[in-house]
């Protein structure tokens, strides 16, 4: 029997085509031909336009706070972080990316999704106060999530951002008293007393007087 093999990481590396045209009529063109325009900026330098392949690019985009390893045509490799994503609001199709160069050693501040998990002690519910926090991390070892374990937890407890577990060399920049979790107890819903059904039986009708002769 064939051993079975390991699904293949996917790559940070993507090839990017330099742009020498600019405008709405070639950027639709670009992405009528399967390509995204792209800027990318930072460190003082000046900015570069650039094509991506849309397919590839909308792969690596699943991961939060993605670090492209450009391979630009022509040109030498260079590391950018992607700072803005903008999408058709109808049909979801990635329109452009703002892209910022980054290098290795340097270190970035980043908002990073907060995911809560566990379930806390029956008939409790946890609340999340705070999506997501500030960090400072390696520009190319940002987290894409932080998790927040509830499992167990009983009502009246707290989860603060200074008790989320962070990934080595990482620092939280965010208030550490900055509530993240609460558990509760979820209140009744008040619906009101119900009216009492009525006992008193409705007074028939008093007949017409009949008519005079």
Known sequence: MAEKKAPRELSNKIDAEVRTTFGKGVARKLRSAGKVPVVVYGHGTEPQHLALPAHDVALLLRKANAILDLQIVGGESQLALVKDVQKDPVRQIIEHIDLIVVRKGERVEVDVAVHVNGEPVSGTVAEQDAKSLLIEAAAISIPENLVVDV???EAGAHVYAKDVKLPEGSVLITDPETL?????????????EEPEPSTDEEEPAEESEEAAE
């Not at 993240?180 to 009101?192: F, H, K, R, S, T």
């Open 151 to 153: 499992e167990g937890l």
């Open 180 to 192: 993240v979790v609460a558990i509760n107890v979820p209140e009744e819903l008040d619906l009101g």
